[in-house]
Nanobody, 130 residues
Framework: QVQLVESGGGLVQAGDSLILSCAASGRTFRSYTISWFYQTPGKEREFVAAHTWGSGSVYYAYYTDSVKGRFTISRDNAKNTVYLRMNSLKPEDTAVYFC????????????????????WGQGTQVTVSS
């Protein structure tokens, strides 16, 4: 069982930065893919970024096109935490952000489907004003 707790959301202005954190329980954290999704009212959750493992204990990061160059996903295994640094925020980034975990690795668009993720956090609201 893995429990995920997001934090770091808030109200910011366009152009500002935020760092979201996803703290996970469980001793096998390092072998989980941890991803971020966002959801706006009336819409399905959409993929933002994934931090996944590969052979030789190498980690890989994948991003949806709309956040490439602005968002960075990273992991601290010692703290069982994954971070999403969000720079140059835009009003269209406004959403509830969720982190999700799966013991499966993924690659590229293979990380996008929410159906493969077993564990989800409760979400944290990010609001970007213009």
């Amino acid at each position: 069982q893995v429990q995920l707790v997001e934090s770091g959301g808030g109200l910011v202005q366009a152009g500002d930065s935020l760092i979201l954190s996803c703290a996970a329980s469980g001793r096998t954290f390092r072998s989980y893919t941890i991803s971020w999704f966002y959801q706006t009212p009336g819409k399905e959750r959409e993929f933002v970024a994934a931090h996944t493992w590969g052979s030789g204990s190498v980690y890989y990061a994948y991003y949806t096109d709309s956040v490439k160059g602005r968002f960075t996903i990273s992991r601290d295994n010692a703290k069982n935490t994954v971070y999403l640094r969000m720079n140059s925020l835009k009003p269209e980034d406004t959403a509830v952000y969720f982190c999700a975990a799966t013991p499966r690795s993924c690659s590229g668009s293979g990380c996008y489907s929410g159906n493969q993720y077993i564990y989800w956090g409760q979400g944290t609201q990010v609001t970007v004003s213009s």
